[in-house]
Nanobody, 126 residues
Framework: QLQLVESGGGLVQPGGSLRLSCAAS????????VGWFRQAPGKEREGVSC????????SYADSVKGRFTVYRDNAKNTVYLRMNSLKPEDTAVYYC???????????????????WGQGTQVTVSS
């Protein structure tokens, strides 16, 4: 059974850093694209970043470009989201997701992803 589990969230001060992990079971993460999304209270789920399987190319939302980095460790079957220079507006529940069909060029649209983790809370506050 395919399962995604996020970890690494927590409380951090503005300007701080966190690294989120997305561990998979039931499939290998390098076989398809993986996306990171977030949802703040009262807001819609938004795409943050994604990484493609074939060449490891990545995509980022404008709001996190230059601050967040997505990368993959195939040996650990894990995708990471490194978040630097965190801002209070980054506060949200963060989810990783994987599509059911093969995607060769990932997009930051939650509609393209069928498998989701349970989420991990990130709170940026002083």
């Amino acid at each position: 059974q395919l399962q995604l589990v996020e970890s690494g969230g927590g409380l951090v001060q503005p300007g701080g850093s966190l690294r989120l992990s997305c561990a998979a079971s039931g499939f290998t993460l390098d076989s398809n694209a993986v996306g990171w999304f977030r949802q703040a209270p009262g807001k819609e789920r938004e795409g943050v970043s994604c990484i493609n399987s074939i060449d490891g190319s990545t995509s980022y939302a404008d709001s996190v470009k230059g601050r967040f980095t997505v990368y993959r460790d195939n040996a650990k079957n894990t995708v990471y989201l490194r978040m630097n220079s965190l801002k209070p507006e980054d506060t949200a529940v963060y989810y990783c997701a994987a599509p059911e069909r093969l995607i060769t060029l990932c997009r930051l649209s939650f509609k393209e992803y069928e498998y989701w983790g349970q989420g991990t809370q990130v709170t940026v506050s002083s």
